[in-house]
Structures are given as C-alpha cells and as structure tokens.
C-alpha cells in the first residue's frame, strides 16, 4: 500500500467542483497543489462535445508543459460521470512527481469517488488527444490476458454455454458490474425506475433471497422524513432507496440516497452477502435510474448503518455532507478535516 501525502482538497475547490455537478456546464477543472493544499487553478465551460473540447488541454495556458495538474472533465450529458486525469510530465521535479502521485487517491475520494468512472495517467500532452483517449477506451475494452489454464477454464465454460439446449425462466439481465452479481426482479427494477418520476419522498426497499441471490422488492411507498427510522427492517439487513426532497439555495430539490441497513443482530452469513452486493447494487440503481431520467440525480455517497433507529434527517445531512440549515447545498463532498486520534479501549477485565 502506497504511503499518502495528507494533503487534502481546499474547501474553495471542494465548493466549486460541487457547484459544477449542479450547473451541468462545466467541461473541466483544474487544480494543483500549493503551500500543502489542492486549490481550485481553473473552470472551463462546455464549448462542444467531450472529445472535442478534450482539444483545449493543449494550450500551454491551461497545463504548462513542466507543472503537474489534476484535471476533472465532466462527460457527455445525459452522463452524471466525470473523468479524472492525473498529468505528471516527465519533466516535472522528483518531489512533484511524489506528492502528486500520493494525493490522488484521497483527492478522487474527498470530493466523492463514485463520481469518477474512468481515469487517466498522462505524462505529455499527447496523451490528452481525442484519438488517445479513444485508444485508451479501446485498451479498457480489450479482454484481459490470460494464462493457458485460465483460457483453458473460459474455452470450457464457452462450450457448456453453447450446449446447454434448457434456460428455464430466465431472470431480466443484472445490471451489477461490480461486486456480487446479483439479479434483479421484474417488480424491484420497476420500483427502482419508478423512484425517477414524482415528487413525494419515496422508499423503496430491497432484500436478497439467498438461495437464488435474487434481490426481491420488499415494499415501496411514500413516508415523511420523520418515519424513515420505523420504515427499515429492524433485525433483517436491507437496501433502501430514498427520493428526498430538500431545499437548498436554489430551490426544492429532490435526490435519490442510497441506504445499506445491517443490523448487528443479523445472520453473519446474511450479513456478508449483503455486505459484498452492496457497491454493485448501488451502481445497478443508479444505471436503472439514470436510463429512466436524466434529470434525478443519485448521491455519490451511500449511507450505511447498523441501528436503523438512528436514521433520522440530522444524520441524513451529516453523513451526506450538507449542513443541516435550510439554506445548505447539496453537495456530494464531504469536510475534509482530520479527525483526531480515538484512542482504542483496552481489552475488558477477565473475571
């Protein structure tokens, strides 16, 4: 494991990276590392499509050819996703080199990882053309080696797919690219999508059948905010899916929070199960959503909990980073402050 920095994000770029998820104009930020903080270097607007605006990272004005950057580009809407690019040129100073490459990962996670779908590595300019970034989709594309054992074991399972003459009822295709592949019911997809419609705040609720690994719609309706805690199942894990309406200074909006309830009096073997579906049930949702509306958005921070009870709107906005002030913005970054050392409880007295 790589050592990191400590370097983290200053609350100016934490504001205007959030600013630039709500205006859905921005093509790209830019920022660098100065006096031991990230700091926000530039905004640049939306001028044409992705690949073409990819075309103004070559003006020596926006990255110059010996100083490392951290570039953000937000994708092609519909598309809620960013790309983050990392650029170190070969030319640039040893130490840059090394505080640049051990504060990215807390950077891509301080202003919200799940934002961030893909990245890239540049070292010149060159790698930051529209036909380099296509060769780059086509090399994340392309199959993984494998090892003669391995394909031996992939050319098996293609033979026994190409056989098999019997499918049953087959289940809707999962939409879960990471984690457990779990499937998906008819009902929980269209509750899911339905969460894209309307105005009231809405939970639905998913549970697993273990057998069959199959994620089941377990109930879906409009509460207040007051009875989310009563809403989850207090003994059984779940995920939850919140449409909730805020108010921030803009106006009313409404988002889709993303709950993982665990009680600690669950099954253990329940508890892994859900506890390894979890990221994987969370992007399937967001994909279901996303193809359904593109004006809702999804929190980029999931919560998660292991006493339901606790579950009210003051730890709603602590946890997904918003002040708890009619006035608060939504925004998927959190405070970025050091916490201080807790000090571990000792081992309990034996009798």
């Not at 170190?88 to 990962?105: I, N, S």
């Not at 990471?178 to 309307?198: C, D, Y």
């Not at 919140?242 to 669950?266: M, Q």
């Not at 390894?276 to 999804?298: D, F, H, P, Q, R």
Request: charge should be negative; include cysteine.
């Amino acid at each position: 494991m790589s050592a990191t920095s400590g370097i983290s994000p200053s609350q100016d770029l934490a504001s205007k990276f959030a600013e630039a998820i709500e205006s859905k104009s921005v093509r790209f930020i830019k920022a660098s590392i100065q006096n031991e903080s990230i700091v926000h270097d530039a905004t640049i607007p939306i001028s044409g499509s992705f690949e073409e605006d990819l075309t103004l990272l070559q003006g020596d004005d926006v990255l110059p050819p010996d100083s490392p950057a951290y570039v953000f580009v937000k994708q092609d809407l519909p598309s809620p996703d960013w790309l983050a690019i990392f650029y170190v040129p070969d030319t640039a100073k040893v130490r840059d080199k090394m505080l640049y490459a051990a504060t990215r990962a807390s950077l891509v996670k301080s202003l919200g990882s799940t934002l961030f779908t893909d990245s890239i590595f540049a070292t010149d300019k060159h790698d930051l053309t529209p036909s380099a970034y296509l060769a780059h989709q086509r090399h994340q594309a392309a199959p993984k080696p494998l090892s003669s054992r391995e394909q031996e074991i992939a050319d098996l399972r293609v033979a026994e797919n190409a056989t098999a003459s019997y499918e049953g009822s087959r289940s809707r295709a999962s939409h879960v690219g990471t984690g457990v592949g779990l499937n998906w019911s008819p009902e929980a997809e269209q509750a899911i999508a339905g969460l894209a419609q309307g105005d009231q705040c809405t939970i639905v609720i998913l549970t697993i059948d273990p057998p069959s690994e199959t994620l089941h719609l377990r109930s879906s309706e409009d509460i207040a905010i007051t009875n989310l805690s009563s809403s989850l199942p207090s003994s059984e894990p779940c995920y939850a899916l919140l449409a909730w309406p805020y108010t921030d200074n803009s106006g009313v909006k409404r988002e889709i929070v993303f709950i993982y309830s665990c009680p600690s009096s669950s099954p253990i073997k329940n508890r892994m199960l859900y506890s390894s579906g979890s990221g994987g049930t969370y992007l399937a949702a967001k994909n279901i959503i996303s193809e359904a509306s593109s004006v809702v958005t999804v929190a980029a921070r999931k919560i998660e909990t292991s006493d339901p009870s606790e579950l009210d709107e003051a730890f709603l906005n602590q946890e997904l980073g918003r002040s708890e002030a009619a006035g608060a913005s939504e925004s998927p970054v959190t405070s970025t402050a050091p916490k201080p050392f807790a000090k571990p409880r000792g081992p309990g007295r034996r009798k």
